[in-house]
């Protein structure tokens, strides 16, 4: 698979790092990725290949303050910024192939970005996709802790701190915990704002999620230890065009998981039935 490299400016000035990747037949479609917190977009050049692979184009990005993405790390102005990169990158893929169907596919904060854009934004896109999404952590902070967050968002909303996230918790496969661990464009820092922001970015879903018209794949791992499986278990519950694929003692990152084979082919199905109709 051959990557393009990419930068995009947001109305700030500051660069995006994107890449993508096209089949060698024309595409069936554009799949948008969005990636989580504290890691960034190559960790999903493997996953990327496979639907390369099945005549599907490909392209991810670095979220500000992340990756090869300009910003500081773990930061973000507001929550509009992220709306403006996903923005950039449908304007983009509309420039390489004009009316191809678009996918928007995110996982953990990233799920949380491309389903506050269904909700919000009006760039069109054909299907969306989430896995494991940001809704709510599986692991409540302290009250003490989240007042402080509350207060620091106000007084220092930039102020960087080390986010509690043990890296076994991501998946059960060792080399891959390995792997995010020595990765030197992964970080484990949050600023008050970003998880504010996120924070409210989820009960909005949560609370909109009804007025979703679109087909929309949901996906989760019932034992995963970082987003909550029962706040995409609400979602699901409250939306009218979802399909919920909980997966049985399954960790974080669904994809690297050992049930990654299964996962793909629902996700490589629902894809064709959906664009298909």
Avoid at 171 to 187: F, I
Avoid at 198 to 204: L, N, Q
């Amino acid at each position: 698979m051959e990557i393009k490299e990419i930068n995009l400016s947001l109305k700030s000035g500051k660069k995006i790092y994107a890449w993508y990747a096209l089949p060698q037949r024309p595409p069936k479609a554009f799949i948008c990725f969005c990636h989580g917190w504290g890691e960034h977009s190559l960790r999903y050049k493997d996953w990327g290949q496979r639907f390369i692979k099945q005549d599907y184009a490909f392209i991810a990005w670095d979220h500000i303050g992340h990756g090869q993405s300009e910003g500081k790390r773990g930061h973000v102005k507001n929550y509009n910024v992220f709306m403006e990169e996903v923005n950039l990158i449908i304007n983009k893929v509309t420039q390489i192939y004009p009316s191809i169907p678009i996918v928007l596919y995110g996982h953990s904060m990233g799920g949380n970005i491309a389903i506050n854009f269904a909700l919000r934004e009006s760039n069109p896109f054909r299907l969306l996709i989430a896995t494991a999404p940001w809704l709510r952590l599986t692991k409540k902070n302290p009250p003490l802790l989240e007042l402080a967050v509350k207060v620091l968002n106000r007084l220092a909303p930039a102020l960087q701190f080390k986010a509690p996230l043990d890296s076994k918790d991501i998946c059960q496969v060792a080399e891959v915990v390995d792997g995010y661990k020595k990765d030197p464009l992964n970080h484990g820092r949050i600023t008050p704002r970003l998880v504010t922001v996120i924070d409210d970015a989820s009960e909005y879903a949560l609370a909109n999620i009804d007025k979703l018209n679109k087909p929309f794949l949901l996906i989760h791992g019932d034992t995963d230890p970082v987003a909550s499986f029962a706040a995409s278990s609400e979602l699901y519950a409250k939306a009218k065009t979802c399909s919920f694929i909980p997966f049985k003692d399954t960790y974080h990152e669904v994809h690297n998981e050992p049930i990654k084979d299964d996962l793909f082919n629902i996700i490589n199905e629902w894809l064709s039935g959906n664009l298909n109709e």
